[in-house]
C-alpha cells in the first residue's frame, strides 16, 4: 500500500467514526429516554417501624411525590405531595402541625384542606393499606 493511499484510508476512517457519532449523539437528544417511573396506582411507601407518630415521610407515588403522614395517634394518611397552588412539594411541619408549602407559605391541615396561603383546594387524598408490616398507598378508587 502507497504512503497516499494508507493516509487516504484512516482519514476515510476516521470521518467515518466521527459522522457516527454526531449521528448517534442528534438521535439520542431527539429520542425522549423511557419513563424511569410509570403513573403508579399502588407503592409500598413505608414499613410499620418506620415513622414515628406525628411525623411524615415523602416517597415516590409514579411521577409525583406523595406525602405519608404518620398521626398522633398512629393511624396514617397519604396524599400527593403536590400543592395545589403552583405544584411545589409540599413537606410536614411538626413544629407547626400542618402540612406546609415553602414556595408560597401555603398551608394544609393534616386532612389535605388548604387552611392558609394561596392554594385554592385540598391536596389529593390517597387510600393507605397495610399489609404486614408494609404499607402501601393506592389513587382511591372512583
Ligand atoms: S405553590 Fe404552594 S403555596 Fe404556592
Known amino acids: 500500500m502507497k504512503r497516499r493511499s494508507f493516509i487516504n484510508v484512516l482519514l476515510s476512517g476516521g470521518i467515518a467514526v466521527w459522522l457516527g457519532s454526531v449521528i448517534a449523539s442528534i438521535i439520542a437528544y431527539l429520542l425522549p429516554p423511557e419513563a424511569a417511573v410509570s403513573d403508579a396506582s399502588s407503592v409500598k411507601a413505608a414499613t410499620t417501624d418506620e415513622l414515628e407518630p406525628d411525623s411524615a415521610k415523602i416517597f415516590q407515588f409514579g411521577k409525583k411525590p406523595g406525602l405519608l403522614l404518620r398521626l398522633e395517634d398512629g393511624g396514617y394518611r397519604a396524599f400527593v405531595a ?58 382511591p378508587v372512583t
Not at 402540612?99 to 391541615?109: Q, R
Request: hydrophobic letters at 35%.
Open 82 to 139: 403536590v400543592c395545589t397552588h403552583l405544584s411545589c412539594t409540599v413537606q410536614y411541619r411538626k413544629d407547626m402541625g400542618v402540612i406546609w408549602c415553602a414556595c408560597h407559605n401555603g398551608k394544609f391541615n393534616k386532612k389535605g384542606i388548604n387552611i392558609a396561603g394561596p392554594p385554592p383546594k385540598p391536596l389529593d387524598e390517597l387510600e393507605v393499606h397495610i399489609r404486614g408490616e408494609d404499607i402501601f398507598v393506592s389513587k
